[in-house]
C-alpha cells in the first residue's frame, strides 16, 4: 500500500470540461509529489486517457496520481467496463483518434488495464529522470 502522502486523487464529471482540470491536476500532483521531471509527459498521457474517458465511457473520471519510490503511477478511472482497444498500427494519417493508447505505449516504462463489471482502471508508470 502506498503512503497516503505520497497520494492525490480526484473525481471529475464526464464533461469535455474535465480533460484541461485532469492535466491541471495531474501536473500539480506530480510537482507536488516531487516528480517534476515526469510532469510533462504525464499531463500528455493523462490528457488521451481522459479525452477517451469523456468520448467514450461517459461516466465519473477518478483520477489517482501518487508515488512509489522513483516511480510515478497515474490512474483514470471510469465506470464503463468495456475494455480499450491495444495498441496495434498507428492509424492512417487522416484519422481524429485512433494514437491515445500508442501513445501511453510508447511513453510510459509500463501501464495496463484492470477492470470488471463495475469500470476499469488504466494506469501508466513514469520515472522520472535520474530515476530507474
Known amino acids: 500500500m502506498a503512503d497516503p502522502a505520497a497520494l492525490r486523487a480526484t473525481k471529475l464529471p464526464a464533461d ?6 485532469a492535466r491541471r491536476f495531474t501536473t500539480e500532483a506530480v510537482i507536488d509529489l516531487g516528480a517534476a521531471e515526469a510532469a510533462a509527459e504525464a499531463q500528455l498521457l493523462v490528457s488521451e486517457l481522459a479525452t477517451n474517458a469523456v468520448l467514450h465511457a ?3 473520471i477518478r483520477l489517482t496520481v501518487l508515488r512509489e519510490g522513483d516511480c510515478v503511477r497515474i490512474e483514470v478511472r471510469d465506470d464503463d467496463p468495456a475494455v480499450p482497444p491495444v495498441p496495434a498500427r498507428m ?3 487522416t484519422a481524429t483518434g485512433g494514437r491515445g493508447i500508442l501513445l501511453v505505449d510508447s511513453i510510459a516504462r509500463s501501464w495496463g488495464v484492470n477492470g470488471n463489471e463495475k469500470g476499469k482502471t488504466i494506469w501508466f508508470e513514469l520515472v522520472p529522470e535520474g530515476g530507474d
Not at 16 to 21: E, G, H, L, R, T
Open 91 to 93: 492509424p492512417p494519417v
Open 16 to 21: 469535455p470540461s474535465s480533460v484541461p482540470a
Open 58 to 60: 461517459g461516466t465519473t
